[in-house]
């Protein structure tokens, strides 16, 4: 048995002549974040000592005892007895120098036509797959919180607004659907990313590859990637995917914080449409009346770190030569802190949902004071052969007059509104209601509430598939 002679202790060390300084192993070390790796790193170390035992680098009791004592290694890890060093620097080494501890020689062994570069990549692969399987459930439990909600405010009425001023009556299903929306889009970004995450790194070894003839295909199923990456030197450096998974991850951020900022509007003393259960709002330590929506607001705060993140994964990958740098350890903590993030913000915005409830009166009373049924009153106007200029101009008209009557649209008598549009009948009240208006909107994707019905049985169809 050849003993590991080397001044420094690592498993790198054969032509150091001086032990590492102090600093250096506190500067470079990562296992006091990448232990988190574990479970990837053995399983990804138990696939490639499979494969080297099939291509007889390797003999299969040699295999078993590599498995049997990494198995071990796992429930250590599990159990809070395994003891992380930051001599050993990584979490690829301080399990290593475990098993060779543990079982000796055949520990060995198992860096064979391995280098810690596709092995963290491959880690890392393998983690985040897990991870975007995780987010996609996550976000799949939004959803239907916000679908629960939504079945019953199909006939609800409130003002849908652009520019945050009232604009035309809409049910609130519809506006709770628009949220859905995102975040179906949000997980079909993810499997669109899954898809380039799973592809196989092992195989490149450092950069260029290994002199072993080793069977990539065998260990790609064992380990359930897609296929092998085609070219070693892109295998170990490429992080593209964890630039895609932070975006994909930011615009979920950034869905969350438009929904979180609606709340905080619909919250508001001014607007009164909603109210957050108590226990998913906090008080003010000196002003005793306060309720305050922090939840929604912390989540909304949350999006800059996620982006933040981000942006140090583009900074790290930028002008970065072939192919690995050790750089790339730093890609780590932004990904770690993404996920954390994001599936904290997903749970607490799946519990706080329930929380939530709508004061229809206030959301109908808004819609009645905003003359959102102008459009309505326009097109109405159209199908008595108005031509649509002239027909917004009569309405505007209208609306300024009602302003300074103090009236609602639908306030306004017939002889009122002839004055300005003779050509105005009895039948108009019918599209001056609120209910009128979001009735006629009966198109696919519009607000009327039967489409809506369909829409949000769709949703749940699409969910369940
Ligand atoms: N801890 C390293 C990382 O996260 C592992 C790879 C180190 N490779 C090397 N040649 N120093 O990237």
């Avoid at 810690?116 to 939004?142: G, H, K, P, S």
């Avoid at 997903?346 to 929380?355: D, E, G, I, K």
């Avoid at 639908?410 to 009948?425: F, N, P």
Wanted: net charge negative; with cysteine.
């Amino acid at each position: 048995m050849t003993k590991n002679k080397s001044a420094t202790g690592k498993l790198w060390g054969g032509r150091f002549a001086q032990a590492t300084d102090k600093l250096v192993e506190a500067f470079t070390e990562s296992v006091s974040f990448d232990a988190r790796l574990y479970r990837e790193d053995i399983m990804g170390s138990i696939a490639h000592s499979k494969m080297l035992a099939r291509i007889g680098v390797l003999s299969d009791a040699e295999s078993e005892l590599i498995e049997q004592g990494l198995l071990q290694i796992q429930q250590q890890i599990e159990s809070g007895e395994f003891e992380w060093s930051t001599e050993l620097e990584d979490v690829h080494m301080n399990i290593e120098a475990r098993l060779t501890e543990a079982i000796g020689e055949a520990g060995k062994k198992l860096h064979t036509g391995r280098s810690r570069n596709d092995q963290v990549a491959t880690d890392i692969r393998l983690y985040l797959r897990r991870m975007c399987d995780e987010i996609i459930e996550l976000i799949r439990l939004a959803q239907q919180a916000i679908l629960n909600q939504a079945e019953q405010q199909v006939d609800t009425i409130l003002p849908g607004f652009t520019h945050l001023q009232v604009a035309q009556p809409i049910v609130l299903a519809h506006h709770l659907l628009a949220w859905n929306e995102m975040l179906e889009r949000d997980i079909e970004r993810l499997l669109d990313t899954r898809a380039r995450i799973n592809v196989m790194p092992l195989g490149a070894a450092a950069l260029a590859g290994t002199s072993f003839a080793l069977d990539r295909d065998f260990t790609c199923e064992l380990l359930g990637f897609d296929r092998p990456a085609r070219n070693s030197l892109d295998a170990v450096s490429d992080r593209d995917f964890l630039i895609e998974f932070s975006t994909a991850a930011s615009i979920l951020m950034m869905h969350l914080s438009r929904v979180c900022e609606e709340l905080i509007t619909w919250a508001s003393e001014s607007y009164r449409f909603i109210s957050i259960g108590d226990a998913f709002c906090t008080g003010s330590s000196i002003m005793p009346q306060k309720k305050n929506p922090d939840i929604a607001e912390l989540i909304r705060g949350k999006n800059g770190r996620v982006s933040g993140n981000l942006q140090a994964l583009l900074m790290l990958m930028k002008a970065q030569p072939l192919a690995y740098n050790r750089d790339n350890q730093e890609d780590k903590q932004p990904v770690f802190d993404t996920v954390d993030t994001v599936t904290a913000s997903l749970q607490v915005f799946t519990a706080m949902v329930p929380a939530i409830t709508f004061n229809r009166e206030r959301m109908y009373q808004a819609a009645q004071d905003g003359y959102a049924t102008a459009t309505d009153l326009a097109e109405y106007l159209v199908r008595l052969q108005v031509p649509f200029r002239d027909a917004h101009s009569i309405v505007g008209q209208l609306v300024q007059y009602a302003i300074g009557q103090g009236k609602a649209l639908a306030d306004l008598d017939l002889e009122e509104l002839q004055s300005i549009g003779s050509m105005i009948g009895e039948d108009v009240y019918d599209v001056l209601t609120l209910e009128g208006s979001v009735e006629s909107r009966a198109h696919f994707g519009g607000t009327a509430p039967d489409q809506v019905r369909s829409a949000l049985a769709a949703a749940r169809q699409r969910i369940s598939s």
